[in-house]
């Protein structure tokens, strides 16, 4: 799934610097999240902001706009995938968007919640049925797009490795050997690049 939200994590870490005395740090992220993250730790450290949730709040009315007391919780609750509540995420999120401004930043948030969909469906199933097989699909289309259609980052599945052990569902071990037995699937069509 790529990092996740982590405004404990980094308020905690911020604390603990300036109770060290730290004179300064290098804030390291990347993936989907990488902008709130350093937004988290830049008002943290700034002493603009009291908590990470009161960064997260403004980062909502700057960038989402609309609900932020709703954006700031639903931010939240991404900071912890594996206890997310799919068809909770998704209605929030519907009922957020509807009142947001559409951007780039709106839509790293929906594929990102795309993929737990996707990767819930897969979960609930426990054989290799078309509709798992969708499902794994609709998870990497997701994850896809991030990569290439937001980011810019050229070929998904050609170039960067998705599958590395560490970093990829527990499914897609399963997922990968169907392939690999002839199931067609649709990353299998690639579209072809200019």
Not at 102 to 125: G, T, Y
Not at 142 to 155: D, F, M, S, V
Request: negative net charge; glycine residues 6%; hydrophobic residues 35%.
């Amino acid at each position: 799934f790529g990092p996740t939200i982590a405004p404990q994590r980094i308020e905690d870490t911020i604390n603990f610097l300036f109770e060290k005395g730290s004179d300064g740090f290098l804030a390291y992220s990347e993936g989907a999240f990488d902008e709130i993250n350093k937004t988290i730790a830049a008002g943290l450290a700034s002493c603009q902001f009291e908590n990470a949730y009161d960064v997260l709040e403004a980062y909502a009315e700057r960038y989402l706009g609309g609900d932020t007391q709703g954006w700031r919780e639903w931010l939240c609750q991404m900071g912890d995938i594996n206890q997310l509540n799919t068809e909770t995420a998704r209605s929030d999120f519907t009922r957020l968007a509807s009142s947001s401004r559409q951007s780039w930043r709106l839509q790293v948030l929906e594929e990102k919640l795309k993929m737990c969909e996707a990767s819930a469906i897969v979960k609930n199933h426990n054989r290799w049925t078309q509709a798992r097989i969708t499902a794994a699909e609709d998870f990497w289309t997701a994850k896809e797009t991030l990569w290439r259609n937001i980011w810019n980052l050229g070929l998904g599945r050609a170039i960067l490795q998705f599958d590395r052990d560490g970093i990829i569902p527990e499914w897609h071990k399963e997922y990968r050997q169907l392939s690999n037995q002839g199931i067609k699937t649709r990353s299998q069509i690639l579209p072809d690049e200019a």
